[in-house]
């Protein structure tokens, strides 16, 4: 299958402090990035999303930054909360010629108390 | 229903066992998708159904693997004489149709145990 993770890797981070995700994508070709969430036992939830033109995208307590030269998404969260514990997943989607939605390899956010 | 719905949330069958899984998207959502994902592992890419166009396969791992869609609207997966390595939770997710650039809604997945 595409673009599978193998043993998600793990950031580890203080309540409070802030996180900082990274993806990095396949297909230069793509112009549509979404950052998704998952806790445990439930389907990913959308969080944030950013369309190719922009190179930055901030929501509440979230920013996404796209670096299209080297294909490369961050999420940002600020000020952590034991809340935001969870699998993160960014994915890439093209427009009308591709509407595929392919995920990249998740990281597991744990907040310590 | 308002999110995507999918059925049964849990499914034990036995090695050799043919399964469906079933996937009810948002109504008006013509995009469908469908992945599979391991204990602790990200999501694989299985089946793409877009309005009327012939579905992107691409990702489906054997012939035992298939999936429709009738009448644009209901989904089911199916897994013909399951493996152990089929394992896994399936997810499905809708979105609107091409040209809106919008994110996919998930399901909760169904859990499939082959024993």
């Known amino acids: 299958g595409e673009s599978v993770g193998l043993h998600l890797p793990t950031l580890s981070v203080q309540e409070g402090d802030n996180s900082i995700i990274n993806c990095a994508y396949s297909?230069?070709?793509?112009?549509?990035f979404i950052w998704y969430k998952q806790e445990s036992g439930k389907g990913p939830q959308f969080i944030i999303d950013?369309?190719?033109?922009?190179d930055k995208r901030q929501g509440q307590r979230v920013t996404v930054l796209l670096n299209k030269t080297v294909k490369h998404l961050s999420l940002q969260i600020a000020a952590t909360q034991p809340g935001d514990s969870a699998v993160y997943f960014c994915?890439?989607?093209?427009?009308?010629?591709?509407?595929?939605?392919?995920f990249g390899s998740g990281t597991r956010l744990l907040v310590r108390p | 229903g308002a999110g995507v719905s999918q059925s049964p949330s849990n499914k034990v069958t036995e090695k050799g066992k043919d399964v469906e899984l079933r996937c009810d998207p948002i109504?008006?959502?013509?995009?469908l998708y469908w992945y599979r994902q391991s204990l602790g592992q990200g999501l694989e890419f299985l089946i793409y159904?877009?309005?009327?166009?012939?579905?992107?396969k691409s990702g489906l791992p054997s012939d035992r693997f298939s999936a429709e869609r009738t009448g644009g609207s209901v989904s089911t997966l199916t897994i013909q004489r399951t493996q152990q390595e089929d394992s896994a939770v399936y997810l499905c997710?809708?979105?609107?149709?091409?040209?809106?650039?919008?994110?996919?809604?998930f399901g909760q997945g169904t859990r499939l145990t082959v024993v």
């Open positions: 997710a809708s979105r609107k149709g091409t040209g809106v650039l919008t994110e996919a809604f």
């Open positions: 950013i369309r190719s033109n922009m």
């Open positions: 109504s008006g959502h013509t995009a």
């Open positions: 159904f877009q309005g009327n166009s012939a579905p992107d």
């Open positions: 297909n230069s070709a793509s112009d549509y």
């Open positions: 994915a890439e989607t093209g427009a009308v010629s591709s509407y595929k939605l392919i």
